[in-house]
């Protein structure tokens, strides 16, 4: 400790350099684990209509899948936007970890 103009101690000053909060996003996480089948038959669709074009198929079948998934990239963008309406209210701050520097 060091001695201040009136004779008193003075504390160290210490100066915040980072703080890094913990979250419990349990919530968030189990909602995004709920639509990953959702991305993934997606990505799937996406390769079967890409696929069915390339190899020639019958019109009527690339426009079938095409539809379906125009449906699922639907359903898919109402759950994403579930998801990022959630975003920061199913998060509940659980502490915060301050690094300090002299």
């Known amino acids: 400790?060091?001695?201040?103009?009136?004779?008193?101690?003075?504390p160290p000053q210490f100066k915040v350099v980072d703080a890094v909060p913990t979250v419990d996003n349990g919530p968030l996480l189990l909602a995004g684990l709920?639509?990953?089948?959702?991305?993934?038959?997606?990505?799937?669709l996406a390769t079967r209509a890409h696929r069915q074009a390339l190899e020639g198929q019958p019109p009527y079948a690339v426009q079938l899948t095409e539809q379906k998934l125009e449906r699922q990239r639907a359903r898919l963008s109402v759950h994403r936007a579930r998801l990022q309406e959630r975003g920061s209210s199913g998060v509940r701050l659980m502490s915060v970890i301050v690094s300090f520097d002299t």
């Open 34 to 44: 709920e639509k990953a089948p959702l991305e993934r038959e997606v990505s799937v």
């Open 1 to 10: 400790l060091s001695r201040g103009p009136g004779g008193g101690d003075k």
